[in-house]
Structure formats: C-alpha cells, structure tokens
C-alpha cells in the first residue's frame, strides 16, 4: 500500500487559497488520491478524488503531478469553517473491499 | 435527517463492563464499517459489512463483535472492556463495497476506566 506523507500543520487567511501538500511516491498506477478532512468532534467528511487528472468539485480542487508522485488539494478561498485535519489517502482496495487507511494528516487552521 | 447516527455519542464505563454501540444509515447504502480513532488520532478500519455479510475484520480483538440485523444497522458489542478500548469509534457506510465516497457518523467517545 503506497503511504502519504503530509506537513503536520499550515496557516491560512481568511478568504484565501489553502494550499495542501501530499507526498505519495510510492503510488502505483491503479491507485487513487483521495482527501478527507475532519472537523473538531466530527467524522471524517469525503472533499474530493483523483487518478491523474486534475478534478474540480465545488468544495475543492485536487492538483495531481504528472508522475503521481505528489498532489495539492486547494481550497480557494478559505473560511473559518475550513478549520480541520485534511487526510490525503491513497486508496487500499483489497480482496475484501474498500479500505481507506488515514494517516495523521494536516492540520489547518484558518484564522481571521 | 442524520444519515449515519450512532448513539450513544459519549459513554463512561469501568472496566470489565460489556457495552454496544448502535449505529444506523438512512442512505440506503449496501457497505457499513466500523472505525476506530485512539488517542493519537489515528483513524484504523475494525470492520466492513456489506449487505449484512462480514467482510473485513482487521484483527480486532474477539471481545469486539460486530452485528448487521438488517442492512441499515451495523452495532459494535464489547465485552470485557479494557483501558486500551478507550476511544471515538465512527460508524460510516457507502452505497457499494468500493465506493470512493464513505460518509461517516459523528463518532462515539468511549471512555473506560
């Protein structure tokens, strides 16, 4: 299973763009980058997911090197509310289904 | 409407008690899991069923049993509960085994002393 690796913690301003690195060079041709975030005394909330394409949803963008081997999730303009630890996970699909292995992640604090 | 609910949401219990956890997705959703969050907050698959069928048991202890009565519902029994149980175990389900999307439950703090 490729694993990720990701800053402990990053500060945003308000209203704007949160850059979030991920470190995934292991990764192998089949797997997939997702992202998840926790907000405090919250479960972990799906963002967003990609295979080698840049992908846009209205929560986030995912920026995806050419070799795979690192990604960015952006927020583009930041709100307090953004405030969570951010997984970058690749995804484990085993034999058995659909395992989602979560690091420690990023935390983001987005201040005012 | 809540679309994975687990209650209790906090609980404290002494040691050698045996307690459930219950959880229950209105999404109609075939695949529901367990997780578990420790004090690092590292967050670990326990188990994953799917149209009621057990499907991964990531070498959780036997005291922690897992039961899917129907496929809306998947509970989490633990017998003998040890100091180490202590946690936030999160419900989640997705529409098939191999979603990309898992929507989780706003977790159980499970306290045991």
């Known amino acids: 299973d490729a694993k990720t690796t990701q800053p402990p913690s990053m500060d945003c301003a308000e209203g704007r763009a949160a850059n979030l690195p991920c470190n995934h060079s292991?990764?192998?041709?089949?797997?997939?980058v997702y992202w998840y975030r926790q907000i405090h005394s919250q479960g972990p909330q799906y963002i967003i997911h990609g295979l080698k394409n840049n992908e846009t949803n209205e929560m986030a963008s995912l920026i995806i090197t050419e070799d795979r081997k690192s990604s960015t999730l952006i927020l583009p303009h930041a709100t307090l509310r953004d405030t969570a630890v951010y997984y970058c996970i690749v995804r484990v699909w085993g034999e058995y289904g659909n395992k989602l292995a979560f690091g420690a992640g990023t935390i983001l604090r987005v201040k005012s | 409407d809540t679309a994975v609910s687990q209650t209790p949401k906090y609980l404290v219990t002494q040691m050698g008690n045996d307690k459930s956890i219950k959880c229950e997705q209105n999404?109609?959703?075939?695949?529901m899991y367990w997780y578990k969050q420790d004090s690092k907050k590292f967050l670990k698959i326990m188990f994953s069923y799917n149209n009621k069928e057990l499907i991964i048991n990531e070498t959780v202890p036997n005291r922690f049993s897992p039961k899917s009565p129907d496929k809306a519902h998947l509970n989490l029994h633990i017998n003998s509960l040890e100091l180490g149980d202590s946690a936030v175990y999160f419900c989640?389900?997705?529409?098939?085994?191999?979603?990309?999307?898992?929507?989780f439950g706003e977790g159980s703090w499970l306290t045991v002393v």
């Open positions: 999404l109609g959703h075939d695949t």
């Open positions: 292991t990764i192998s041709g089949n797997e997939y």
């Open positions: 989640a389900s997705s529409q098939v085994l191999d979603s990309y999307t898992i929507y």
